[in-house]
């Protein structure tokens, strides 16, 4: 059973269609991945993209184009990328079930790698519902 690393919400795709489009001709989406930093120990990075790398996943939704890098596909299985606005920032949000604690100014957080055993689980379990 194939599942995408990561989903996006409405908010993240637009977002993200609207970074590419100011961007100039050779934006194609983003690049989401983790990086060492923060007080917690981790921190999302996410950088444009002009030329896709072969090994990383990509996710699609409403026409936005999100590149998973290979290392931190562990790290983001299930989650779910999002964008909000509100009084004091901008920018997109990631709502991760393997952050095990994040920093108090929430821009690092700390990661554990998936459970694969518990993914494989609820597939097989969504797999005999249907």
């Given amino acids: 059973m194939r599942f ?41 990075a996410v ?4 030329e896709p790398n072969p090994k990383d996943d990509l996710i699609e939704h409403q026409g936005a184009k999100v590149w998973i890098a290979p290392e931190a596909v562990l790290y983001l299985l299930g989650t779910q990328m ?7 920032r901008s920018g997109f949000t990631f709502h991760n079930p393997n952050q095990t604690s994040a920093c108090g100014c929430g821009e690092s957080v700390e990661l554990k790698p998936a ?16």
């Fill in 4 to 44: 995408a690393v990561m989903s996006l919400t409405d908010a993240a795709a637009g977002r993200v269609r609207a970074i590419v489009e100011n961007s100039g001709a050779d934006a194609k989406g983003i690049r989401v991945g983790i990086k060492k930093g923060g007080c917690a120990g981790m921190e999302y």
């Fill in 47 to 50: 950088d444009l993209v002009t």
């Fill in 82 to 88: 999002d964008f909000e606005v509100t009084t004091l």
């Fill in 115 to 130: 459970d694969l055993a518990a993914l494989a689980a609820q597939g097989d379990a969504v797999v005999r519902a249907n």
